[in-house]
């Protein structure tokens, strides 16, 4: 180990939105220390959307066992945290940026054995930390991962998303769609899944959207959603026009990746798909409900957003203590956008020449 080369450590781990939004965080912070050792915690599963990730020398997984992520539970026992915290101390990190907000990631930060500990001052964990940053809701994730830096005096010079595919994947991803009778088609891809049911727009009514843009944009529906999703896609699948290109729980994440880079525009829930196609420079329209937009919305030049935005939104997700559920339990929030709305936004949207 060389004891003369800086070694800092990023910790912001679990959901795939939270994965792929911490991207302008590390490309600043590579061009400010091009030099350094640069070591992120994140989650395993979550971390496959940052395959080939030039800003970072070493991804480092964190798996505890939650219900809010897709754990496999590698560090379930107590012995087996303690051993990764040995592991982590042996790295001797001179610096840990803590971009999440958790009273338990910056307690890893001091364990870890940093001297600098740089991150937002919630949760009352503000004497764990040595740089304690405010962290503003108002605005976007990206733009506070971007204020840590910038209190730490450490030059931002952009903030754009960015993901990797391989030749390989992309190659597959080719080989699937002309299987599927869809490599000579612009493809209009939909994701109508969500990792929380309470969040996404029913599924008969991005059929309905899928049914008008193929008519009139000629535009082949690509269904994308995971295995878990498939109980869901199979009770609706008769919905959508015939010809749509149905791979719901056909493809990996990287895959998809690639799939929604040889997409022409993406329409989907408030989800980590969602973010993937913001980072792939995709036109889309996401629609929002119990979530804030301002938030945690697509990040990007060629993003627009549909929010359902109520007197109680956002949501602080203890959904129906503030509002009576609408049909099939959704919020009344993201159950008011209508087929209308969302179509003009389409149409506004893919009529517009620099997007085609």
């Known amino acids: 180990m060389n004891n003369n080369i800086k070694r800092i450590l990023v910790l912001r781990y679990r959901f795939i939105g939270d994965t792929i939004l911490t991207v302008p965080f590390l490309r600043n912070l590579r061009m400010a220390e091009p030099d350094a050792y640069i070591a992120w915690v994140v989650a395993p599963g979550s971390?496959?959307?940052v395959s080939g990730i030039p800003y970072v020398n070493e991804l480092i997984f964190w798996d505890p066992v939650t219900i809010h992520a897709d754990s496999r539970g590698t560090h379930g026992t107590l012995r087996e945290k303690v051993t990764f915290i040995r592991e982590l101390r042996k790295k001797r990190f001179d610096k840990?940026?803590?971009?999440?907000r958790s009273f338990s990631s910056a307690l890893m930060a001091l364990v870890s054995g940093a001297r600098e500990r740089i991150g937002f001052n919630t949760e009352g964990r503000g004497f764990l930390l040595t740089k304690r940053i405010p962290y503003r809701p108002e605005q976007?994730?990206?733009l506070s991962f971007l204020d840590v830096l910038?209190?730490?005096?450490v030059p931002v010079q952009d903030d754009y998303l960015e993901s990797w595919t391989t030749a390989i994947e992309a190659e597959e991803a080719e080989r699937i769609l002309a299987a599927a009778g869809a490599d000579k088609s612009p493809l209009l891809a939909i994701h109508p899944f969500g990792s929380i049911y309470q969040k996404t727009w029913p599924i008969e009514r991005f059929a309905e959207v899928a049914v008008r843009l193929q008519d009139n944009f000629n535009l082949k529906p690509l269904?994308?959603?995971a295995k878990g999703d498939l109980a869901a896609f199979n009770n609706s699948q008769h919905l959508f026009p015939e010809g749509s290109c149905n791979l719901v729980g056909q493809c990996s994440i990287r895959i998809t990746q690639a799939l929604l880079r040889r997409s022409k525009f993406f329409i989907g829930n408030d989800s980590g798909i969602m973010h993937l196609a913001a980072a792939a420079g995709l036109p889309l329209l996401a629609l929002f409900g119990p979530t804030s937009p301002k938030r945690f919305g697509p990040w990007g030049q060629k993003v627009s957003v549909i929010y359902?935005?109520?007197?109680?939104?956002?949501?602080?997700?203890?959904?129906?203590?503030e509002c009576e559920p609408a049909k099939a339990g959704r919020p009344p929030c993201i159950d008011s956008i209508s087929v209308k709305r969302v179509l003009d936004e389409c149409v506004r949207i893919l009529n517009n020449e620099e997007l085609l």
């Open 150 to 153: 910038i209190a730490d005096e």
């Open 140 to 142: 976007h994730e990206v």
């Open 223 to 225: 269904i994308l959603g």
């Open 96 to 100: 840990v940026y803590v971009l999440k």
């Open 47 to 49: 971390a496959e959307v």
């Open 308 to 321: 359902g935005d109520f007197k109680c939104s956002p949501c602080r997700q203890k959904y129906f203590t």
